[in-house]
């Protein structure tokens, strides 16, 4: 199957896009193989984007809307990622949703390109659509994976959305997810943290534990 740098591939979009977009593709396309294939680790891209976002550079600003669109239009095709690019990914998607670098314009403005109906999410939620619809998958399927990758990174905020917290649990296999998740789902339907929560959470272990038991 495809990996990440093969499937992220800026050529996909050049025919239909000015010069300039696919000079910013190739650029994005870059991050994508720093942050799989060398010493870029997950935090250190999620500061790169935030550094994208916040600049008063419109280059910058639509180097990180490409990213978001390029991680958009492959969605489809996580179920393809091997499994240490796919626990990176979900780490990436879950920690983009936790540093609150998800706004409505950009979100918008990342998808003015993309074939998708933004009114089939709530456009401020579209993250955290495609790991709740992950988490739905069959527990020993990748994309379930991908998702609990992705909620391990925001599972301390996950207390402000109660509603999304009834989603989950109301997954029928939600009594499988992992100890750790359960317990901060289960309380943040109440909008609480579990009695015994410390900061940070320490979910690498629990990751590689998962990744290495699936692993082919």
């Known amino acids: 199957p495809d990996t990440p740098l093969q499937s992220m591939n800026p050529s996909r979009f050049s025919a239909r896009q000015p010069p300039e977009q696919s000079v910013i593709e190739k650029k ?18 999620l500061c790169k984007l935030k550094g994208f ?30 499994y240490k690019e796919l626990e990176i990914t979900g780490q990436l998607f879950g920690g983009l949703i936790n540093e609150g670098l998800l706004s409505v314009p950009d979100l918008e403005q990342a998808l003015k390109f993309v074939c998708l109906f ?17 988490l739905k998958k069959p527990i020993d399927s990748k994309m379930f994976h991908f998702g609990i990758a992705a909620l391990y990174k925001f599972i301390t905020r996950i207390k402000e ?39 940070p959470i320490d979910s690498a272990g629990a990751l590689r534990t998962l990744f290495s038991l699936s692993e082919v």
């Open 28 to 45: 994005a396309n870059q991050y994508f193989q720093k942050l799989y294939v060398t010493s870029l680790t997950v935090e250190m891209f």
């Open 53 to 82: 976002k916040d600049s008063s550079s419109p280059e910058d600003r639509s180097l990180f809307q490409c990213i978001l669109k390029n991680m958009f239009d492959e969605y489809h095709y996580f179920s393809q990622f091997p």
């Open 118 to 134: 933004v009114c089939s999410f709530v456009c401020c939620l579209l993250f955290n659509r495609c790991v709740l619809e992950a």
């Open 161 to 199: 959305n109660p509603q999304y917290c009834q989603h989950i649990a109301a997954i029928p296999h939600f009594l499988s997810f992992p100890p750790l998740i359960l317990e901060f789902v289960q309380f943040g339907k109440n909008q609480e943290h579990p009695p015994a929560y410390f900061s």
